[in-house]
């Protein structure tokens, strides 16, 4: 019943729009019907440019994410944990963070050229600003009776930061890093339709082109898919790793 | 005269914008001495417990525990705090065992197992915090306070968020390792009750500016038997005391609301 519930719009959706393009005789360059999106998708996974576009894709996500990740959670915990170089970044920070990524491919093309540099340099800006703004509130917001029971058993600074700041900030650091990966992922596929010519976004750009619809289609429900997967992994690795904070609101 | 446990002289507090929260307090606690600082909420009685704890800087006067001036926190002061502030994203043994591993006991873990069967908490060292009820909890605090062997336990209203049941158990469990190991205990509550069931010596503060209003001394043999005669005298002089501070409570409370 429940797996019916979730399906039937989806279900009712693909029906209407197939047959919208048959009786309608809709032309296949502007929307093809779903059938004829399946059967591209199904040549597009055979002959293996799916595979490798979507590798393509990920790797740059993943490459960039860990660039943009790697240095924005130092740097938010650093900042989260000492006020006075909170002060000094977060003027600069507050500045930078509302331009979107977006805007800055004419100057990540200027800096990087074409191919993989500038494509990482706007997937890591991308997941910067989540990351960086939930590991400073993060560990501002660890509240401040955990820091008192600490000292008061004799915590070292060095202690108090391994074994309290950072577990307690971990719960918003991993929803920065869950927001962060969504934004490197819309990212690459800006990046790939400017900067390089394989991944996903570079395909459905080319498939324009050609008027190829059927591709188009193929290419963003693949990205859609992608999306969804990357997802639902981070939501299972927060789960895992914050076993102690599950339901711990209404505790 | 062994030198005082903990001695305070001349403390103020003044927390600025009028608030006087703390005003020539003297007061010497005895090595192995179980004290309850009681008074209206305004008193004072959490940030003099706080003072003493060094989590927070007097405006006048000195605090010294064992003979050295207090102005940081430190293990030798293991505090209770009234919500418990055990540390969520560690197991219950790793919670014991926090101010051992700070130490470096290589013996931490076993130490810190051996503490929870003491508070009967055997079996729960796996757990996370929020899968115990709160007086499971303050078990666990207090077992995390035992297990860096303060010489003195400061605790805050440790009982207060416990329903009346699990806290007359947690006195008697209290006053249970207090018996064996004599450590020197500041109490802070607002149980007129409690403090008469746990204290050598009972310290009524006085509403805002809390000052020592008086320290009444109770000589009733241990356990106490809430039946007594002694215990309802005793009941009877705290309330009184007690009475006339949260009439100044009230006073002060019902100023503000009406402007």
């Known amino acids: 019943m429940r797996l019916l519930r979730s399906t039937a719009v989806i279900a009712v959706a693909l029906v209407g729009w197939e047959l919208v393009c048959r009786l309608a005789h809709v032309s296949p360059a502007i929307l093809p019907p779903p059938t004829q999106v399946a059967r591209k998708w199904a040549e597009y996974l055979t002959s293996g440019e799916l595979p490798r576009d979507a590798f393509a894709t990920v790797a740059r996500v993943a490459v960039g994410f860990a660039i943009g990740a790697g240095l924005a959670l130092p740097l938010g915990l650093w900042m989260g944990a000492m006020s006075k170089v909170y002060e000094v970044f977060n003027p600069v920070v507050q500045i930078l963070r509302p331009i979107p990524p977006i805007a800055f491919i004419p100057l990540a093309i200027l800096w990087f050229g074409l191919g993989n540099p500038p494509a990482f340099f706007l997937i890591a800006l991308g997941a910067f600003f989540p990351v960086l703004m939930n590991s400073i509130a993060g560990v501002r917001n660890v509240d401040a009776i955990y820091v008192r029971a600490a000292q008061n058993l004799g915590a070292s600074p060095a202690t108090l930061f391994r074994r309290v700041l950072l577990p307690g900030a971990m719960p918003s650091i991993l929803a920065g890093m869950r927001v962060g990966i969504g934004v490197a992922f819309i990212c690459v596929i800006v990046a790939e339709m400017i900067a390089v010519n394989n991944g996903l976004g570079y395909r459905i750009l080319e498939a324009r082109e050609y008027f190829w619809s059927d591709k188009i289609l193929a290419g963003m429900i693949s990205i859609g898919v992608i999306g969804l997967a990357i997802d639902t992994g981070m939501a299972l690795l927060n789960q895992r790793l914050l076993r102690w904070h599950r339901g711990l609101e209404n505790a | ?259």
Request: proline share 7%; glycine share 10%.
């Open chain 2, 1 to 259: 005269m062994p030198e005082p446990a903990l001695q305070i002289r001349g403390l103020g507090k003044d927390f600025g914008g009028g608030v006087v929260a703390l005003r020539d307090i003297d007061l010497d606690v005895s090595p192995g001495e179980l004290v309850c600082l009681l008074g209206p909420s305004g008193c004072g009685k959490s940030t003099l417990l706080n003072i003493a704890a060094g989590f927070v800087q007097p405006s006048a006067g000195s605090v010294r525990a064992f003979g050295k001036p207090v102005s940081r926190p430190g293990p030798e002061r293991a505090m209770v705090f009234q919500e418990y502030a055990l540390f969520p994203w560690m197991t219950v043994l790793d919670n014991v065992a926090f101010g051992l591993t700070v130490k470096r006991d290589p013996e931490a873990r076993g130490k810190a197992r051996a503490l929870l069967a003491k508070l009967s908490l055997q079996g729960f060292g796996d757990r996370f915090p929020k899968d115990l009820s709160g007086g499971m909890r303050q078990r666990v605090a207090l077992a995390r306070a035992l297990a860096v062997d303060a010489p003195m336990l400061l605790m805050d209203e440790p009982f207060g968020a416990l329903d009346a049941l699990t806290r007359r158990s947690m006195q008697a469990e209290l006053l249970r390792i207090w018996d064996e190991v004599r450590k020197t205990i500041v109490f802070v509550t607002h149980g007129i009750d409690e403090s008469v069931t746990l204290a050598d010596r009972v310290v009524v503060l006085t509403y805002r500016p809390g000052t020592v209003k008086q320290i009444v001394e109770l000589r009733l043999p241990r356990p106490r038997d809430p039946a007594s005669s002694g215990f309802a005298e005793a009941i009877k002089q705290l309330t009184a005391l007690v009475a006339e501070e949260q009439l100044r409570h009230e006073r002060d409370e019902s100023n503000v609301a009406l402007g």
